[in-house]
């Protein structure tokens, strides 16, 4: 899903401590070439999300999803400051 980003929900941050709900992450294809987002076996959809130690797959009910902009990468680090 090129030019998507997400970020985690705070009422999920417990379960996925890697992950800053402050911070947006660039949604990466679940395979090359698949733009789709995938359902799991318990027809839970999920995303996969490009982080600085690689990439992490979770379910999309618990993020947020913005269209990526060429200004977010300008933005301060809000993690930094909190």
Do not use: C
């Not at 941050?13 to 990466?28: I, N």
């Amino acid at each position: 899903m090129p030019g998507v980003q997400a970020r985690l929900r705070s009422e999920h941050q417990r379960k996925y401590p890697e992950l800053s709900p402050s911070r947006w992450y660039e949604v990466a294809p679940i395979f090359p070439g698949v733009t789709q987002r995938m359902v799991n076996m318990a027809g839970e959809r999920l995303t996969r999300l490009g982080t600085t130690r690689g990439f992490v797959i979770l379910r999309a009910e618990h993020l947020e999803f913005r269209p990526a902009r060429d200004e977010v990468a300008a933005e301060p680090d809000t993690e930094a400051i909190a």
